[in-house]
C-alpha cells in the first residue's frame, strides 16, 4: 500500500494552515499556501481558525462553468479536522 493511503483506498493527507497574530492592527489571520488563501480581520484565533474552514470550502466548491470540453466529472469528498 502507498504511503498516505488508506485500507479503504482513500488518500490521508494533510493540508498546512499557518494561523497568525498581526501586532500592527491587532487581529488575527490565517493562511493556506497550497490553495493560495490568506485572511485577515479575525479578532480572535478561534475566528481565524472557523474562518478558514470557510475559505478552504469556498475555494474548492465545485466550478461547474470551468469544466473542459469532454471532461468528465469525478467527485471525491474531502473532510477537514484538526491534526492532533
Known sequence: MAPGREETGGIVAQLRVE???DHEVDLWGYSVPVLSIIGTGCKTR???ERYVL???EFTLEEQIDDLADGAEVVTYELTLTKAS
Open 46 to 48: 478561534e475566528d481565524a
Open 54 to 56: 470557510d475559505a478552504i
Open 19 to 21: 494561523i497568525f497574530y
